[in-house]
């Protein structure tokens, strides 16, 4: 993997840039859409191609689980298995492992749980972790850390953090750069940062070919975020791409970009469409609601997608209303592109060092206070 930094905004950290995988460029900063079982909920991945989406993110620890790895296996990998011929990242299933609070028990061995599904026993360790993901062939692949919850003592995420960097080593001697692989490193330490400090100190040397930043947007106010991820990225290389996992709000998009993150996902654009809630160039829209009944207008007037230069909000409500399945499919539609295009925009205002202004007329468009 290379990865280029083309531009630097000349007032901010936002950084233009452009990573090369086995299976394509993306062009950063990017946001990248979530098909947690191997699929963009509702959508082809012709659909979610043509949208604009450059690379998908899937999860581990549900495709470990269900269809399970002889599947994908016997498919070729998951690339094959769901017909995507664009990069994929996966997670490395700590997140949704140590969401299971009464579920699991962390040793240093790794973890060991009771499926969500069935309750059967399941054990994941760094190892583990990274044979799950050689098997998916993603073309990048994260390492298994601990998100601790928010809020959390200081002694906790000490230790957390602290085990999170001893397994990133167990996963990068397993891994052993595999050829058409990438493995990121995760910068955990909760809100404290000097712990964040300690945490990218220490695997800044280990040499992965990018770093993300976990255990953000779990519950922390936004000035917190901020804060803690503005001290964060000062402590990342320059020349590898940063990852700010599990955001996809605009607000969030923004500031992640504005402090040097390169990429970001979140399942939220499917999520609030599949609940009849659309992101518009004006703020969201809750298109069930009863006043777009004979509203004739697109979902938003500014967005030249599928779904708004083909049907009205009076039509999208309707679909909801009736429970029809194309509902839920042009909400999806809608808001995925709409954060493409934004981070698209976004991209454009970095080359022409206006970000600032970029993010300044959005937010009043959209509603947010200037930040």
């Not at 050689?134 to 959390?152: K, R, V």
Request: proline share 5%.
């Amino acid at each position: 993997m290379k990865f280029e930094l083309l531009k630097e905004s000349s007032n901010t950290k936002a950084r233009r840039g452009r990573i090369h995988t086995e299976h394509g460029v993306i062009e950063t900063p990017i946001f990248m859409p979530v098909g947690t079982q191997a699929t963009v909920k509702t959508m082809t991945p012709h659909e979610v191609a043509e949208l604009g989406a450059q690379i998908i993110l899937s999860n581990t620890y549900h495709l470990f689980l269900r269809p399970g790895m002889e599947v994908i296996q016997q498919a070729g990998g998951l690339h094959k298995f769901m017909n995507w011929d664009k990069p994929i990242l996966t997670d490395s299933g700590g997140f949704q492992v140590f969401s299971l609070s009464h579920r699991r028990k962390i040793t240093e061995e790794g973890v060991m749980f009771r499926s969500h599904i069935d309750g059967s026993k399941k054990f994941l360790s760094p190892e583990i972790a990274m044979e799950i993901q050689h098997t998916l062939g993603s073309d990048i692949m994260m390492a298994f850390d601990e998100c601790a919850p928010y809020p959390s003592t200081y002694d906790y995420i000490v230790k957390s953090m602290e085990r999170t960097t001893r397994w990133a080593e167990r996963c990068k001697v397993y891994h052993n750069n595999k050829p058409g692989q990438n493995l990121f490193g995760i910068v955990q330490g909760g809100m404290y940062k000097d712990l964040r400090k300690e945490s990218a100190n220490a695997l800044v040397p280990m040499d992965f070919p990018g770093y993300a930043v976990g255990g953000l947007s779990v519950g922390e106010p936004l000035e917190v975020m901020k804060d803690v991820l503005d001290y964060t990225t000062d402590f990342l290389p320059k020349d590898k791409p940063r990852y700010l996992m599990g955001v996809g709000t605009p607000d969030y998009l923004f500031e992640a970009v504005e402090r040097g993150i390169d990429m970001a996902d979140c399942v939220l654009p499917t999520r609030i469409a599949r609940n009849g809630t659309v992101m518009t160039s004006q703020g969201r829209l809750v298109i069930k609601n009863a006043k777009y009944a004979l509203d004739q207008r697109p979902m938003d007037e500014e967005c030249d997608c599928y779904a708004c230069k083909n049907f009205t909000r009076s039509y999208v409500r309707h679909l909801f209303h009736t429970n029809e399945i194309l509902g839920l499919r042009l909400a999806s539609i809608h808001n995925i592109y709409f954060l493409l295009k934004l981070m698209e925009k976004i991209r454009k205002s970095i080359e022409e060092d206006s970000f600032l202004e970029f993010k300044d007329d959005f937010y009043k468009k959209y509603g947010y206070n200037k930040v």
